[in-house]
């Protein structure tokens, strides 16, 4: 009797202990992030916010940037390169992220809204050396004695690239221009020579800014790809943030 009493006890201090036992917490293995290297050029540059924006939304998700020339992009140091223009050969996977135009933008004073795809050669050429040259601003009184002040991107620039396939039949600029490469310094040169005449992306067009339309019977191919280059078909995040950049766009 004393045997099966002690027993019960014993089981009794054991329950009892067993409920004072806190949980001991489960560990919780936190997901490793996936981070992404991306290299563009700096036509595309103003798309990073766009980015940034997308990959916020994407959980466990960073973004490293590169921006460097397009002579310098590569596939083997980067999981992803934005870029202007066609898909090369070599691209092993490329996806259509959107559509940039190339525009032809003028000072204020320019004494023309539209001109010819001969006349913006002509310019671009060392031909025309006045607005008086061009046969679309005689009609007009002001200006038309002033000098033009061609501005381009640096020779070889991406864009400058893109607008002489687009306008110049790919001749080089045979012009000497004043040339810029930031959106805030072309905007400088174009108050200061309000007679100057370039080229931008439409989408950097700001509200100061006179766009110049073309007349041509030429076809005129100045909209061109935004491309997201990869080493093979993307997936999880990388695949996430395309498709969002493709559904802003």
């Not at 959980?59 to 992803?80: C, H, K, W």
């Not at 110049?212 to 995040?237: K, R």
């Amino acid at each position: 009797m004393k045997r099966v009493l002690w027993s019960f006890l014993v089981l009794i201090f054991l329950v009892v202990m067993a409920g004072c036992v806190e949980d001991l917490p489960i560990s919780e293995e936190k997901p490793t992030p996936e981070v992404i290297a991306l290299q563009l050029t700096p036509a595309v540059a103003h798309w990073l916010p766009l980015v940034a924006t997308c990959a916020e939304g994407i959980p466990n998700f960073g973004i490293s940037t590169q921006v460097l020339p397009r002579s310098d992009l590569s596939l083997a140091e980067s999981d992803l390169i934005l870029r202007l223009g066609e898909q090369f050969e070599l691209d092993p996977f490329a996806a259509l992220m959107g559509v940039e135009e190339i525009v032809i933008i003028a000072g204020a004073d320019v004494p023309l809204e539209t001109i010819s795809l001969e006349s913006l050669r002509l310019i671009y050429s060392g031909n025309y050396v006045y607005w008086g040259d061009v046969p679309q601003a005689v009609n007009e009184v002001n200006g038309i004695g002033q000098p033009i002040k061609p501005l381009s991107y640096p020779l070889g620039h991406e864009v400058e690239i893109l607008f002489r396939r687009a306008y110049l039949d790919d001749e080089l600029i045979a012009v000497d221009p004043q040339v810029f490469l930031t959106i805030p310094f072309l905007e400088n040169l174009l108050a200061t020579y309000p007679f100057a005449i370039g080229y931008l992306l439409r989408s950097q067009v700001s509200e100061d800014m006179q766009v110049i339309e073309i007349v041509s019977d030429e076809t005129i191919v100045n909209q061109q790809f935004v491309l997201a280059v990869t080493s093979a078909e993307p997936t999880g995040g990388l695949k996430q943030l395309l498709l969002c950049l493709q559904n802003a766009e």
